[in-house]
Structure formats: structure tokens, C-alpha cells
């Protein structure tokens, strides 16, 4: 057994053992991608692509979409979801696409769970082109409901998960050749799904949270989007 081996059966038996249905990518996402404009006949690759929601919208502008993802469940599903696009399966250390192939890379709240995160990202500048786009969204040790202990973080904290302050994740992406231009808040909060999880008498504290969320300071943030180039673009 590899070392990625124990995270792959957490994915594949545990994280994806229930409903693997694909989902219209939601508001919050979608107003994120909207940022990076118009798409049409580019190359873009999201790592770890999970069944591929993100890739979905790009997909539909006429982008050229590929995938790579830990969990062969995910990866299946995305193949049968993209007949003709470019996925495989394995770990984001080691990616399997040639040097400066892609317009646009994304890596959608998984870096934090990734086993060698300065590895991943130097693969991520690898295959991209010298004027390419990077969107890496990561949880933020500094969210504020975390400080107050009362939030222990996600069910793939079983596999694996580093939280970071941003601070911190500002350093390892330049230190990867990456260069932040900015840094965009998540929004997932605000919306009747998440606020309608667990029991209905939380449900007003929840919603409370999630309006907290569009006023409180990006240092407080749950998760944070980093736009970024390359250094040396």
C-alpha cells in the first residue's frame, strides 16, 4: 500500500460511498467563475475535480476542461459526465498532463488535504502556460467561529486536513511560484441549504452566521479564494 492509498479508500468508500449525483454548480461558485470571464476554447484543469461540478460551468462556456482526482469513484463519474474529456485518477503530486498546457488551473478547497502541498502546487505551475490563471480556495485557521472553538473543521479531517492562517497559505503559494493578485471571500454560507442543515432551532443562529459572513473581515473568513499568476508572469 502507497501512501496515498489510505486517503484514496477514505474517498472512495466513505466521502463518496452515498449519492454521487452532479449538481448545477451553485450561486456562490458561479459568481466566483464569472470573475474569470469568458472561457470559450480555453484549456482548463481543476485538481482534485471531485464528480466535477466546477468544471461543469467551464464545460458550457466551451472550455476545454480536465480533471484529476484522488477517488476512481469521482473520476468515473466525471468521465461518463464529460464524454471525451481529459480526467485520470491519481494524486495531485504527480500530475499527468505535459508542461504549459492549460489557461486556467483551479484547486477547489482540497490543497489543504493533499499530502505534499508544495509539490502539488509546483506541478500546478508545471503544466500551466506562462500567462496562465490559478483559483485555490483553502479554510483559514484565523475563521473566527474556529477561534471561539466551535468549529472542528470538515468530515475529511478523517483523511486528512492542515488549516493554514492566510498569512501562511500566502507564503507556501509564492514560495510554489505563484503570485496572489487578490483574494476573494466564500460565500456558500449564504444559502437555505446550508442554513437548513442539522436541527431546526439552529437554524436562525445558522442563518445569522451566514449574514455575519458578507460583513466580517477576509481574516475571518470560513474559506478564501486566492486569484493568482505565475511570479513570473
Not at 500546478?124 to 471561539?148: E, S, Y
Request: net charge positive.
Amino acid at each position: 500500500m502507497n501512501k496515498f492509498d489510505s486517503i484514496r479508500d477514505f474517498y472512495d468508500n466513505e466521502y463518496y460511498a452515498g449519492d454521487t449525483s452532479t449538481a448545477v454548480l451553485p450561486w456562490h461558485s458561479r459568481k466566483i467563475a464569472a470573475r474569470l470571464g469568458d472561457m470559450s476554447g480555453k484549456q482548463v484543469l481543476d485538481v482534485a475535480c471531485g464528480t466535477g461540478d466546477w468544471l461543469d460551468y467551464f464545460c458550457h462556456q466551451g472550455a476545454k476542461i480536465s480533471g484529476v482526482d484522488l477517488s476512481r469513484k469521482a473520476i468515473d463519474v466525471c468521465l461518463k459526465r464529460f464524454p471525451g474529456a481529459d480526467f485520470h485518477c491519481g494524486p495531485a503530486e504527480s500530475l499527468p498532463f505535459d508542461e504549459r498546457s492549460f489557461d486556467l488551473v483551479t484547486c477547489m478547497g482540497s490543497l489543504e488535504h493533499f499530502l505534499d502541498k508544495p509539490k502539488a502546487l509546483q506541478e500546478m505551475r508545471r503544466v500551466a502556460k506562462p500567462d496562465a490563471r490559478f483559483v485555490i480556495l483553502v479554510p483559514n485557521a484565523g475563521f473566527l467561529t474556529r477561534r471561539l472553538r466551535l468549529y472542528r473543521g470538515t468530515q475529511q479531517v478523517k483523511a486528512r486536513e492542515d488549516v493554514l492562517d492566510l498569512d501562511t497559505w500566502r507564503a507556501l503559494l509564492e514560495a510554489s511560484g505563484l503570485h496572489v493578485i487578490t483574494r476573494w471571500r466564500d460565500l456558500h454560507m449564504l444559502s437555505w441549504s446550508w442554513i437548513r442543515l442539522g436541527s431546526p432551532y439552529m437554524w436562525p443562529v445558522r442563518a445569522a452566521q451566514a449574514i455575519a459572513l458578507t460583513m466580517w473581515p477576509i481574516a475571518w473568513q470560513y474559506q478564501v479564494y486566492h486569484y493568482c499568476r505565475g511570479a513570473d508572469a
